[in-house]
């Protein structure tokens, strides 16, 4: 009887106690640098990595903790915000998005990084292959560079008559750089003119729509990065006023209201992003964990915007569509 209480006991601690990585002192708390792109508040990305982590059984203040530091929507804040989570001697850093991961990289060789939902990790300059990346860095990527013909061709069957596309990018976000160049690859095929608008400050983004007007561009394709998502509703406020028809390299744009959005799901990944900092944590090397790509992508169309923009989405897009806002 004694035997089975002691069991009991011992096997209620072990529930009980906080999770443990190899290598951490007796009672050390692992601790975590998460580099966020955009402002202190509600954040749909902070929101998926505390899932995945306690999915995994991990409990901030209690068996982990995570130091946030948010950009502002401004990458030339971000090397600065990566330095001051090496000074802290982080075990982890997760960097979603490109830039914060270029800061990070940057930033220190030794710690280890993990990112997400980053356009393209090897075109970045991350990594040195997809199954073996060597070096401090590993993650998921959202092959958003490889979608330029795709999410061209869902614009020209919503928009048969276009010619001319206008493309909002910042060029200091590397990931709206490789994302550009794609688009460039693509549009001949599909009869397209691209017209590049370079926003790299929000004071830029009102002549960037004063000059699709000017040059009557039919619709218009907005890359996402540390800017434009600091800046989403602006922007969506601004392709509904100017009546273009946008497509947009994230839903989030959708969720604000505009028209139509072909990407990974960005939660999935940042969720996911929990897993490789459980296994680094737990002694994996991050150079040795093969970066993940996505299986799947999501058209996203909002009906009460294209109803406003005059439109009808043909039936052969809707039945492509994976959620439909009405």
């Known amino acids: 009887m004694n035997n089975r209480r002691r069991f009991w006991i011992g096997f209620g601690f072990l529930l009980a106690s906080p999770l443990i990585f190899p290598g951490a002192a007796a009672g050390k708390v ?90 393209d990790a090897i075109g970045a300059g991350l990594i ?16 958003s560079a490889e979608l330029g013909g795709k999410r061209l061709e869902l ?18 976000d590397r990931s709206n750089v490789l994302v550009f160049k794609q688009l460039q690859q693509s549009a001949p095929r599909l009869d397209l003119i691209l017209q590049p608008l370079e926003v790299r400050e929000p004071g830029e983004i009102e002549a960037a729509f004063s000059a699709m007007a000017r040059e009557r ?8 990065g540390v800017l434009t998502f600091e800046h989403k509703e602006a922007l969506v406020n601004h392709a509904a006023r100017r009546r273009i028809p946008a497509m947009w390299g994230h839903r989030q744009f959708v969720d604000a209201g505009g028209l139509m959005s072909y990407a990974v799901n960005f939660s999935d990944q940042i969720r996911q992003s929990a897993v490789y900092v459980d296994k680094i944590l737990k002694g994996a090397r991050p150079g040795d964990l093969p970066v993940e790509q996505p299986t799947r992508f999501e058209l996203v169309i909002n009906l009460k915007a294209a109803k406003a923009l005059g439109l009808t989405i043909p039936q052969s897009v809707l039945l492509q569509a994976d959620q439909v806002l009405e």
């Open 30 to 119: 692992p601790r975590v640098g998460f580099l966020h792109r955009g402002s202190p508040g509600p954040s749909q990305e902070i929101d998926a990595f505390q899932r995945g982590l306690r999915e995994l059984g991990y409990i901030e203040a209690q068996n982990i903790a995570v130091e946030y530091r948010f950009a502002g929507g401004q990458v030339e804040r971000l090397p600065e915000l990566a330095a001051e989570l090496v000074r802290l001697n982080t075990d982890v850093i997760v960097a979603p998005y490109t830039p914060p991961a270029l800061a990070a990289k940057r930033a220190t060789s030794t710690i280890p990084i993990v990112f997400a939902v980053v356009a």
């Open 217 to 224: 561009a039919s619709a218009m394709f907005g890359a996402p």
């Open 155 to 172: 614009l020209k069957q919503v928009i048969p008559k276009a010619s001319r596309v206008a493309v909002l990018y910042n060029p200091a």
């Open 128 to 143: 040195e292959s997809l199954v073996r990346p060597g070096g401090n860095v590993t993650g998921l990527t959202s092959s």
